[in-house]
């Protein structure tokens, strides 16, 4: 298809596109429990599981904004995973079948570059939200995340040039922290109300506050009917310490917030988004991620990292059992090293095609077979270098140091090197003989009929794009 040079005026005006959904609405962050951005916890499985299990909608792990700008648009043609290829590791991972529910979270302290990002990855994601709670230092002395909070101004030229710059079906929300004084608090959400977004979370503590230390959630009732009276139909999620589906009702009751968002308690459950959780994580749940994982390619470390997380209460294991099965994926090297456990069938197909009918059997924003989209109707946009003032990517925003009550898995878990980044996945993922197997994902998810895959070498990516060209 031909492409006409676009005039100025033309290119900075973002374009109506076709969707296969609704683009998401205020309404689509109401009435629901969802998954919050964990960096390295909110691995691309977890967020597949939390989705069939309930999640409405799941945030991405926090990426800043420079590190996706040169990033590479690697897809498995097998899987349908999506990977944004940094200089040497992935820096996000998606999958299309969780597009119509995903939020792709940004660190930055630049509207131009944040605009930038987002544009990078708007084809594969459906909102993108702005980090503005991050209280650790690598982010916060670069300006962003928590630091934003005391900027209000840049806070709020980076949420406009994302509505301005971005298709209207492009969603753009925030995350925010309270601030110490409630009126500051509420000076803070109305402008921000007033930058367009569809939504606000709030993370019920102050930047200064410990993860252990109680959420303050009585805050939130009069934030939420602040922007109620605002009349602009946004909704408004409260997040800190909410654990569960049942929690959530007990929450949303208190504070009047349209949705809760769950961090912790679903790094430790990523079914907690359901009525009826699963229980005995250890033989309920485990063997079926591994096999999710192994299947989508998942790196080895970040699966490892996942499962050390995972705790849940127990009706029939023993705690012994569940120490051992914590202890044997610490002590494994890749996936084959976790057969015993996983024991019957491991290629994970049956897994993906579970979540799959999960997803195809919710109401709404389930994915449609569409035409393909005009390439002029979505112009990529330029890379820019990386500015001065540029960052280093880190890890575990909001958590570095983290000290919590849960009680350590039984072996320490390493982070591993490629862990740097928060979702490392699929090119240097051990490609075992079992993914020789892995069949083709269905056309409706994909979009495009996939040809009888010819068994990958393993480490090869397979279709290379480079983000901006896509
Ligand atoms: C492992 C982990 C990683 C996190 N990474 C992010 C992140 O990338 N972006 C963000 O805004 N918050 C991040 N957070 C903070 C959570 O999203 C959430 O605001 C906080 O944990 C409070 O929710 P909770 O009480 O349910 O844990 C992270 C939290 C955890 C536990």
Excluded at 83 to 97: D, N, Q, R
Excluded at 111 to 119: D, G, H, R, S, Y
Excluded at 225 to 235: T, Y
Excluded at 267 to 282: H, I, M, R, V, Y
Aim: aromatic residues 4%; hydrophobic residues 35%.
């Amino acid at each position: 298809m031909s492409r006409r040079s676009l005039s100025p005026s033309e290119a900075r005006s973002p374009k109506r596109r076709k969707l296969e959904y609704p683009p998401l609405t205020p309404d689509d962050y109401k009435n629901g429990v969802m998954l919050a951005p964990m960096v390295r916890s909110g691995a691309l499985p977890t967020r597949l599981f939390a989705l069939k299990h309930g999640a409405k909608l799941v945030w991405g792990p926090e990426v800043v904004d420079k590190a996706i700008l040169h990033a590479e648009r690697v897809v498995d043609p097998v899987t349908g995973v999506i990977s944004y290829v940094g200089k040497s590791k992935p820096i996000f991972t998606t999958h299309p079948l969780e597009k119509p529910f995903l939020v792709y979270q940004i660190g930055s302290a630049d509207p131009e570059i944040a605009v930038q990002a987002a544009k990078t990855v708007m084809n594969d994601v459906s909102g993108i939200d702005l980090n503005c709670g991050c209280p650790k230092p690598f982010s916060t002395h670069a300006g962003m995340g928590a630091a934003l909070l005391s900027n209000p101004d840049l806070l709020c030229s980076i949420l406009t040039a994302l509505r301005a710059a971005l298709p209207p079906d492009i969603s753009v929300s925030a995350k925010i922290r309270l601030l110490p004084t409630q009126e500051d608090t509420l000076k803070l959400v109305e402008r921000i109300v007033n930058t367009g977004v569809n939504c606000l979370t709030v993370h019920c503590r102050t930047r200064n506050m410990r993860p252990r230390e109680r959420a303050l959630v009585e805050r939130l009732k009069e934030i939420v009917d602040f922007v109620e009276g605002m009349g602009k139909g946004i909704a408004v999620i409260e997040n800190g310490d909410c654990v569960s589906y049942e929690d959530s009702k007990r929450i949303r009751a208190m504070t009047g917030a349209h949705s809760a968002m769950i961090a912790t308690a679903a790094e430790a459950n990523p079914t907690c988004f359901s009525s009826t959780p699963l229980q005995d994580l250890g033989t309920t749940f485990v063997p079926s991620y591994l096999r999710l994982c192994r299947y989508l390619g998942n790196h080895w470390g970040s699966t490892k990292f996942c499962c050390s997380q995972f705790r849940g209460s127990h009706a029939q294991s023993t705690r012994a059992e569940q120490s051992a099965l914590h202890t044997a994926v610490a002590k494994a090297k890749d996936y084959d090293e976790v057969s015993p456990i996983v024991s019957s069938r491991w290629t994970g197909e049956e897994e993906f095609a579970q979540i799959v009918r999960a997803i195809e059997g919710r109401d709404g924003r389930t994915p449609k077979r569409v035409e393909a989209e005009s390439s002029s109707a979505v112009q990529p946009t330029s890379v820019a270098e990386p500015s001065p003032a540029s960052v280093t990517p880190g890890s575990d925003p909001e958590t570095e140091n983290k000290t919590d009550d849960r009680p350590e898995p039984v072996e320490a878990v390493k982070t591993p090197q490629c862990s740097q980044t928060p979702d490392p996945a699929l090119l240097r993922a051990p490609l075992g003989p079992a993914n020789d197997a892995r069949m083709p994902i269905p056309a409706f998810v994909t979009g495009q009929d996939v040809p009888t895959p010819t068994p990958l070498p393993a480490r090869t990516p397979s279709v290379i794009e480079t983000a901006t060209s896509h």
